[in-house]
């Protein structure tokens, strides 16, 4: 049913975690559901990427990893530009080990992802544990942060298929509170009562893949075919000469391809 609901419709729907509900509210009202992926490597590049783009997209996803330089500077940098141009904070830091360790990872070292990224992610390879674990280091102190699950990949040959995929959604579905949705590339809303937010890499225009196994799909055959919620787009965007001509393009393919999908 959510497939063919409104965003702001879904905001309001029960089982619906905090961080989707005003996930969803921005969405509708920027009227954007792209996510750029900035896969850059200093902090001049990272926030000068989200000035560019930070009016046509819902969510900003970093790998803070790749930051030669990554520090209080880029933290505070980050979440001043998001608050200016109102866009949520994604670390794809694909958090995969045991509880105690991810607690660490999450609010420890130089990153400290904890104190800036609304959203995180993590794979449930190492059993429902790793979802307490991150859920409890987010919630000392109490800050809103929410988990999406890796459910399945764009990589070609990933083993992220089938019974896997499927006990992701089961283990979400126990946690409605803290887990938002899931990284996927359709939409695993399959039960009455589902309002998971899925977001799908893997998207590019003018590209099937990029010599490292990476598959690229179009807007339109993820959100309309596939049935996903936010788009997912990298070197589409930051490999572009004028990156917010490109983002304002890639805005629109995928808003067009949720209006005609929901239909009037
Ligand atoms: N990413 C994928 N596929 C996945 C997952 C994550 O591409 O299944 I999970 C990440 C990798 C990169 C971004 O940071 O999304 C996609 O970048 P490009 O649009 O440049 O391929």
Redesign the pocket.
């Known amino acids: 049913a959510t497939i063919t609901q409104s965003y702001q419709e879904r905001a309001s729907l029960p089982n619906t975690s905090p961080v989707a509900s005003y996930l969803l509210r921005l969405i509708a009202t920027k009227q954007t559901n792209l996510c750029v992926?900035a896969?850059v490597s200093t902090t001049r590049e990272l926030l000068q990427l989200a000035e560019e783009v930070g009016d046509s997209i819902c969510m900003l996803?970093t790998?803070a990893d790749i930051i030669n330089d990554f520090g209080p500077r880029t933290i505070q940098g980050l979440k001043e530009i998001a608050a200016k141009k109102h866009f949520l904070i994604f670390e794809?830091r694909?958090f995969g080990d045991i509880g105690s360790t991810v607690q660490k990872q999450f609010t420890a070292g130089p990153l400290q992802i904890v104190r800036w990224a609304n959203i995180i992610?993590a794979h449930i390879f190492p059993g429902p544990a790793i979802i307490t674990a991150l859920s409890q280091a987010a919630h000392k102190p109490p800050l809103l942060r929410s988990l999406l699950i890796?459910a399945?990949?764009?990589?070609a040959g990933?083993l992220m298929t089938g019974s896997y995929t499927e006990q992701c959604v089961v283990e979400a579905r126990k946690n409605p509170e803290f887990v938002m949705g899931f990284?996927a590339?359709r939409s695993l809303n399959e039960q009455p009562g589902d309002n998971f937010v899925t977001m799908t890499?893997?998207?590019?225009i003018g590209a099937t893949g990029?010599g490292l196994g990476?598959q690229?799909n179009t807007p339109e055959q993820v959100i309309i075919e596939a049935g996903t919620d936010i788009i997912?787009?990298?070197?589409?965007v930051?490999?572009a000469q004028d990156k917010r001509a490109k983002a304002e393009e890639y805005r629109v393919r995928a808003w067009k391809a949720y209006e005609e999908r929901i239909g009037p």
């Open positions: 992926s896969d996803k790998h794809d694909k992610n890796l399945e990949m764009s990589s990933n990284i590339q890499p893997g998207v590019q990029d990476q690229y997912i787009v990298g070197r589409g930051y490999g």
